[in-house]
């Protein structure tokens, strides 16, 4: 089964707005990373937050992570219509062997 | 720098033939590669590690008959779907690292869309 649940499955906002997805998944991890995917498309990794951090930022992007709540956000801000796309998490499951499990993901849609 | 590239990006077999998929490190070595599959409008999902001069381990449920996996090089893995039939139509995609930034910094490749009919 997959890891990560990401929440909502899909967001639709305006250009200039900022968009917020959250992920939560159901083991001990070493990190949480956060993917992005256009349409067919492989993936692009967008950020890499450890268990130890609380916050990352990265460019407009930042994220979040509360191992307590076994939970993380990725906020985009001032958002463009190429951000476009959909937001995965994944984590390790606590392995180091480079094994990766994805939420369902965020299909975000923005318009201009 | 970490590039890798897959192909094909699309094939179309017919049912009960084989299609083979590569996933290649262009300019570093990669002693595991990674091959997920992603069903239209869902998540990917972990089918196996590719493990150079050894045997690939695969996840719980992917059958390694079905799916088999090959690493014969520092720079290539190899699935290969056999027998295919329409419910393997997916889109398979694999990911490798640099030795010294594993095991993170893992690069996805572009993907390969296979259908069968």
């Known amino acids: 089964s997959q890891q990560g649940e990401e929440d909502p499955q899909a967001l639709s906002i305006q250009e200039g707005e900022n968009a917020t997805m959250n992920c939560s998944y159901k083991t001990s991890i070493n990190n949480l990373q956060w993917y992005r995917q256009n349409s067919g498309r492989g993936l692009v990794h967008l950020i890499l937050i450890r268990s130890n951090e609380r916050e990352k930022h990265s460019g407009r992007l930042r994220v979040t992570l509360d191992t307590s709540k076994k939970s993380s956000s990725l906020l985009i801000t001032a958002s463009r219509a190429a951000d476009t796309a959909s937001y995965f998490c994944a984590t390790d499951r606590g392995s180091t062997l480079g094994r990766l499990y994805f939420g369902r993901g965020t299909q975000l849609t923005v318009w201009p | 720098g970490a590039v890798v590239s897959q192909h094909p990006s699309r094939v179309i077999c017919k049912s009960g033939t084989s299609v083979k998929i590569e996933c290649r490190s262009l300019?570093?070595?990669?002693?595991?590669m990674f091959w997920y599959r992603q069903f239209p409008k869902k998540s990917l999902m972990l089918m196996a590690t590719?493990?150079?001069?050894?045997?690939?381990?695969?996840e719980q449920g992917v059958e390694k008959d079905k799916f088999l996996i090959n690493h014969a090089s520092l720079t290539l893995s190899t699935l290969t779907v056999t027998s295919a039939h329409p419910e393997d139509s997916s889109f398979y995609i694999c990911s490798a690292s640099p030795r010294d930034r594993a095991p993170y910094g893992y690069t996805f490749g572009s993907g390969t869309r296979l259908t069968v009919v």
């Open positions: 590719s493990n150079e001069g050894s045997k690939a381990t695969y």
């Open positions: 300019d570093f070595q990669a002693t595991t």
